[in-house]
């Protein structure tokens, strides 16, 4: 049993955070810090937490954390990165739901999030925590940038025809991503009221999002190409629901790839990950049908013989944060891959 | 054509007069004020009203308002109060959509609204704007208090059993209303927010609401019996939709009214207003079939022989607030009642 | 490791029978009948189930129901009773969470279900599984009739004060219920279309609903009074939402019950209950704290001396119907009462 | 005034047109039919008509169509063919909502619908309704096919770029579309029940959609380009919405293209068009803001130099389908073309 910290406990990630680690088989939470709340039970604030912790809100007190095996951040981005470096120092591992941890580009994380790195040095040294695609440099990092929710759709519906050489035109890639609005998080904003989201449908971010600088450097990595993936589009769009993400994604074949067995591709790649589902062909994968669960689903469509249609759907809040948070948790402790996270989606 | 003046046009009240008044033929908006928009095209805000305005956002001015023939107050609790005797003084009318002259007990309203009435005396002159039943005194009124929308429902639902004599018994009415999130108003607020409300259901204000001293107020007034309503129960509760009301009323009935013919009764007290509707008996009002209107629905219920359901529905931002300040201010310049409020529901 | 049958596996509480059992630790589901989908992988009409189960819908064959432990009914009213007999007979118990095993009076059940009783026999030796207030005689029942989802709520809600004597009249109580749209089930009808609820408010069932007999025959059960029940007020509404349950249940108290604390009672009445949660005095129960968790919350609030107003939150699906017929097996076959239903719910 | 007939009042169209036509200044419903509802009042089944018309649904009548001026019929797809000759010998122009009156090809029509066409003739003669972009052959027409509701959307999101020649590759168009559930008509189906939709994303249609062949075709006419668009993608949507619909439509600018100023050119195009609002750089049209208003909105975004990213919303019931079937009307009978469509989005 490890004993875990959360930073910022009273947005949506950090109440998923407790949903799944109240319940995790090898860890106890220790320490709940907020900025606000000080003295406050949890169950309080969230009252779905009744009858499963007495967990009090603290203040941030470094020490309490350093006792800590692992520290999550699910704060704003800015705060993982001025007491990482102290924490990996008394042997307490990292994990950052926010994005200090994910660009290693540090101009683009200054461009897109205003804000000077406060440790550079052990940023190199951390870890992008894509489980599937990075397992084994997870399982030995102290610092984890764990993704955001659009580029895990990306990279998880990409990465088997990108690695595969040859048969897509990395050029060509437009992301077309649907998200809940739950993904603008937990915070008295007016875009966000009800009355202004419910029965709507909009895009946003369309002239430049925070996520298309993490997208093109997460390609580049896969696929060991650079400068091919600057000019691709991203565009989200705000769905009237609570959780969900649906990433359509569209790409040009190459010869080699309209003749390439993309669905056979897709299966053999995913063939031993349990929260990465290939569909069969003809799927339409469902939000609905990860609303709670540590699960990406994929199906691969094409409607033209050298066009490529990707669907990829996560619940935001697990797959796209707190869940694969704690999947990189576990393999960073060499707990089962799963542990805490058998959970299956709530339908209807 | 009259000069209209609006002042608060960025709540949903006021885009909701704009959306009536804009198609008016008898009314011209000439004013409209925001403490922090001023200079915005109103259209830059709300972009539904593209195409039919080029009306700018000014600062409050009381000479600008002076020179409109009517002023409405989309604003919070307190603001029209400061500003209606000078108005009145200058001819110029005042409806009210806050809470400033619904009460004529000025300790009920110092309690629940926390402010001394800043012009107790033209309160008195004021007329509570509940079109159907104030309908003469309205028409010689400078100063309107536009009903709550919860007060509305009420009303209008229990005022054929109340003026009748000895048909219910008044103390034990219950009124289990329900409210779309849009009541709540536009302003950033956490406990508003999409993730918050959408697929969830709560009461609020079960230990008091500011609508409780209102209804009472207002059935004293309609029954002419004073003091047999301070304890009738109000609880109202949040529904996961945008707009419509829909309230319950349990009232027992006297001997006397569970022989009477109820569902005649109500007929005939509302035959000739085009704003209420009595439906057939066995009707279930929905609140979707009066989305925009300025519409109220009831349906009655004897499920007991001496027990009244009473289910009334309306659009909460319509006969519940701007639809009937619009009704009130066509009564008070003599143009046809339903002037620039002929609009059907929006259904789906 | 018990074996489970469920017959009728297409609809919303078979599908949240399997979501909770095919992670339970001492239950193993093998046998899942269908009437229209014999051959059918069930992950391919639910795909939340993917990874999960390999589980095929057969047609109902009782020999295969006969040799599971527990069958479960998932179906429509009238289908249980027909093989209830047989399945006792081989020592297999049965969990109905349609109406067939709810109502002792039989006429009241052909009244309001139009079918005569297969069984009655067996009806008189079945348990009503409202599991925290019958708890020892589920313990040795062979046949279950799982409560009603509405009831459900009135019943947790009422027991503590109907089971102390004399604080409350009991004629006197007004249920006013709404309730998410699953509730209706998983059928193609057209008053169940998204576009006919969403944002959308209504009551319904108003002069006479089937589960007022089943309330009422309850109420009766829990405070041994007979007679006294027959003309409360149960009016249901439906809530634009997909899971969730709110009861607001108006009582009139007596003297005693005036001067009574309550809140007091309540908390020690359901001190060891885990899965009844009697909330903090001002707090509103909200029904998303329960999504997807076998949970009920109640609150209580006196707003008059002499009037109490109960609050109780449920998922409809859950403690409403699956979640209670798990808890009543694990009851039944001497597990922990909470296998396999630990999960937290889901917020937001 | 003239004299309007509805075949097919019992659908989502059906209510729509009802709810424009029976304000509209020059026209008057006289006959409504039905295939199951005959004799019922319309205002039973959509209560949201009560009090503004008396009409009854009757069976169809081919003599009492004849003696209307014009015959919209909101009727599944191959209705309207079996009647628009004898209504056009008799003087009567028709309106056909579904497809029959879309497609001048054939071979499409028969493949994408199953049908062979009755009146082939009649066929060549039609117009295809799209208001702005054949506004002189719709003054002319005897029989309208009202375009489908995503073609709408593309064709006034394309028509400039396209008319323009040499600024786009007409290959390159990918067409994400998302639409509320009410696209898909009022009929009881599994599939469109509430809770199936709700708090809910998924793609639909991706391996082919019946309103492909007829952008295709309509983009052929447009542009004067044959055969550069039979492999463009289009990939509906289905959004957990009753009204709206929000196209992302994406296109490769030639070098010309690139430099072209095409906000300018847009606004030019739709300077005199009052249906269609050509919104700010930088703007981002939500579907709310057109909510039962007969208006679509479009704004460009260059995210990258050679990449034009169009986004168009609509409400699909009203400029998709009743609202710009009652434009071509007006347009038919020399009415003002905004008469009966003048009112404003109902937001929120």
Redesign the interface.
Known sequence: MISVGIVGGTG?TG?ELL?IL??HPNAEVKVLTSRTENGRRVDDM???????TELKYSDLDINALKACDVVFFATPHGVAMKHAEELVAANTKVIDLAADFRLQNLAQFEKWYGLDHACPELLKDSVYGLSELNRDKIKQANVIGNPGCYPTTVQLGLAPVLKAEGLVKPESI?I?A?S???GAG?????G?????????????G???HRHHPEIVEALENISGQKDVFN?I?F?P?L??????M?S?I?IDLTDAGAEADLQSLYEAFYANE?FV?V?PA????????????N?L?IAL?K??PK?L?I?A?QDN?VKGAAGQAVQNMNLMFNFAEDAGL???????
Chains 1, 2, 3, 4 share one sequence.
């Open positions: 949506y109440v949903r109240l319940r969230f009252p779905s937490l009744r009858g499963h437009i077309d649907k809940g609005v739950s937990r915070k008295a904003s007016l966000m009221i009800y009355s202004e989201n419910a029965d709507n449908f909009k895009a946003y369309v002239a430049g000019e589009l565009v769009h769905v009237p629901m609570i959780r969900g649906l359509t569209y349990q589902d569909m003809g799927s339409s994968p469902e939000t609905r049908t990860v609303r709670g669960a699960q689903r469509y409607p033209q066009k249609v669907l759907v809040l058998q959970g299956i989606g709530l339908l209807p």
